[in-house]
């Protein structure tokens, strides 16, 4: 029987199944150190495409397609597709996924997107309501500067503390039944907001998200940073990673042995002019759908804690005064 | 036990209760037909504050406390809030809902969000995952305006077909027990795109999406329309409301005397210069939470089934030569 333990985590009677995932990723991501574990790598960051806006799509829908293809899954055999991005409305998810024909929920997380659809995804196989779920989510590089910086052009200067936008999508079909790494609990953030008004530093906006979620996941279920053989956040990057490895301690979770962060690994950050490293749903979305999961299924993983951080921001609100309010999922996942 | 059946809907085991509700409109709503059903009427759209940003996140901050108030529930007896809004990176529930410190799932459906908060919220209550889960929503006439169409300074002539977007906020609580209306079924919409390019005709982008819902309910079900006392569709407005009759029509379905929508009901149409009625998140959501919960709870209505329908519109993606995707949740509620 499915409980709800402590104040945020749910704990599943009958653990659902990622039975496959798939991952597609722009040109910089290709030649970063994950290049092989994902399913494609662009030679063109357009893809063909008109607009940047139309290659996320693209992105949303080919990781889709090719998830389905390797679950050997026909679309109707889905149930619910829960997705969504960081573009305004989600147009990412929407047009890329309108041609699927499967019942849609969207989604708006920013970059804990990965980690929010898998969560309800979870909920819903684990209600019985489903038996197939896909999580899609997706960011762009391009897409992303233009909507929430300065248009690519203007050739801005970024600032140290500045990440990387993934170019990169990640799709995870949840099962009822099937073989592969299962999601045992479900820890739901809150909304942290510390006061960064700071665009150009998402890691100092995010990490006391994560925090508040990873600190809430350990009270509510008794387990310690040990208990986990990983604790991945999303896309903290260094800066982010930092200040969370930090805080955690002053929580009394000494996690530094444990924690890494997709942002710091998917690009090579010293030689990358990365900056801060990555970030963007379709970093963790990426990350954890290619490396990750591949290394559950070797078995060189067991039992990881995944938390997708996102910063909730919209730049007209902080033009006006206003602080970047940001939140983290948490999911346990464990490989028998 | 919860099933799913036929290919959209699901059926709750132990169907979740609407114990309250509660509802926050502007100025133009409290001088339309409805006004006596809400909660509270702004005398001042901006509510005091700098922006109609800031204004919209205090109508989901305060529609959710009137509601917590009303249920005579502390926040922390809220395991969920499920919450979105219109506004790019949703911050009407961002901020208004970030000191309410309870885990926080951010939706994106646009003016569908009132049935897909509470289509995932039935779910997470029905899978004993929680015993109570808020669910708001908001939208608000300035803001959208300003961000969909044309500055309002701009003054531009509406056209016939153009909604007008409600000022206005609903909150309902959901719980696994108590008294009130029961969500008994949910039918989870697909993503509907008929080339609709126009702007300002949503009702029409809309329709289609709604009609696909509705059918896929009834063909789940093997209900019909007469099976319900009211088919209320979230905002479909005049132009799209007759789309949808006549297509459901078509489709084997005479709903002319059930249907009602709740973007020509918030309104005088004729008088109030709405031109084809009232839209937005936040019409469904005042609506429902409003005058149509009244009627469930004093027994004027028995069995109704609420659709919101919401056009997945982003300007810039149209201006690019892109149709708008739209989609429709539906929930069956029934007084005992």
């Known amino acids: 029987m499915n409980q709800h333990i402590g104040n945020q985590t749910v704990v599943f009677g009958t653990p659902p199944v990622i039975i496959n995932t798939a991952s597609i ?14 399913d494609e790598v662009l030679t063109d960051d357009k893809w063909g495409e008109k607009t940047w806006e139309k290659a996320e799509s693209k992105l949303q829908r080919e990781t889709a397609l ?21 573009l305004n409305q989600c147009v990412g998810a929407h047009y890329g996924l309108r041609d699927l024909d499967i019942p849609f929920l969207g989604l708006y997380g920013a970059c804990s997107t ?14 019985g309501y489903a038996n197939n779920v896909m999580c899609v989510t997706s960011s762009h590089f391009c897409s992303s500067e233009k909507q929430f910086r300065t248009p690519l052009e203007y050739g801005g200067q970024r600032s140290p503390s500045a990440q990387w936008t993934v170019t990169g999508a990640g799709c995870a079909i949840l099962s009822s039944q099937g073989a592969g790494p299962k999601i045992t609990r479900v820890t739901t953030g809150k909304i942290v907001d510390m006061g960064v008004t700071d665009l150009t530093n998402m890691g100092a906006a995010m990490a ?6 990873v600190t809430a996941h350990f009270k509510d279920t008794g387990l310690r940073p040990i208990d986990y053989d990983l604790i991945l956040t999303g896309d903290l990057g260094v800066v982010g990673s930092d200040i969370f490895t930090e805080l955690m301690l002053a929580e009394g979770y000494d996690v530094l042995e444990e924690h890494k ?30 490396y990750i999961y591949d290394e559950l299924i070797n078995g060189h993983l067991k039992d990881i804690l995944v938390i997708a951080t996102g910063a909730l921001m919209n730049p007209q609100m902080v033009n006006a005064g206003e ?3 940001s939140i983290a999922h948490a999911i346990s996942i464990t490989m028998d």
């Open 208 to 213: 006391p998200a994560a925090v508040d979620t």
């Open 25 to 38: 990723v722009g040109t910089k991501e290709g030649e970063g150190p994950l290049a092989r574990f994902f």
């Open 323 to 325: 602080s970047i309010p």
């Open 261 to 290: 962060d997709c942002g710091k690994m998917i690009y090579n950050i010293d030689e990358q002019d990365v900056h801060a490293g990555g970030s963007g749903c379709g970093c963790c979305g990426s990350v954890f759908c290619g």
């Open 114 to 127: 990965m980690a929010e659809s898998m969560s309800i995804g979870s909920m819903i196989i684990g209600g």
């Open 66 to 86: 090719t998830a389905l293809k390797k679950a050997d899954l026909p679309p109707s055999a889905v149930e619910y597709v829960l997705a969504g991005d960081l």
